[in-house]
């Protein structure tokens, strides 16, 4: 894919990665960025090594503009694209920042999730792009992509990441069982990789996130449940955001249902009978991520999700 991409610069100046997953896709964006400005380059390759292909790798490089949602938003806003008179922004730098490297590159994480007002900002910038400049639109699926953006990017439709893949995102601290533990995660929702490839704190918020919400899948006390409830809402209103919960919750019942694990941490959790039921749980954990979504007061759906585990 890699080479057809490259050659395909010639034609194209903007791109639209899809599907897999998009830490996996944005390395892929930047790779493509060091095989057009490396120094050392021999043909589609680059060195890796040369000052440019380091300082593409740290993000640091001047014709590298990188745009993405922000982490507390739901939603791609226009603030992040920017315009020509609004200096620092992605679209400003689009069109004025140029160094004497051959190749700017602009990258657009979160793309499923921009707002109409930011697509069309973008949408300017495709019909009219800069010179030696090409555009990389990451997206986990192309629902909600206006078509005038989809018909001026040549598509790239990225395949499930396989395990492999994901090792060499992890930090080289992770001990082995940490590495499995992380992937059994990862497997189950991808946007994972990027919270587990630092540092062990995550991993470890994952992890005793759902040993509790394991152990009160075996409680019958209502007590118990609103204690949990109460928790997960002060959790929320200080500083853990409610979308880890909800991957959380997710993952569990993946695990639960698909039994799609390999390390001793899963093993461990589910070697219990779990007697839920899980078709009622999935419903009610749906409607609290629906209501998230949509920005609706989450207390009652959340309340009714875990009371009636
Ligand atoms: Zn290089």
Redesign the pocket.
Known sequence: MFSKIYQNIQNSHAFLFHGGSSDVNFNFALNLA?SLN????QGEG?????N??KTISNLTYPDLIITSKDSDKKELTENKIGNLTQKGSFIYKIYNSSLSSSFKVGIIKDFHLANNTAQNAILKCLEEPPKDTIIILIADNLGGIKDTIISRCQLYEFPVPKKEDIYQFLSSSFSDSQKEESIDFIMSDFSLISKFKDTEENLNFYKDSIKNFSSLCFSTSSAEKIKYYNKISQDIKKNTNFNDYIHIWEVFFDKLLNKNYKSLFFKELFSKEYDIKLEKNLLNLYNVKEGYLKNLNTNILLFEFILNI
Do not use: T
């Open positions: 060091k490396c120094k050392e380059k680059f060195c890796d090594n040369c440019i292909c």
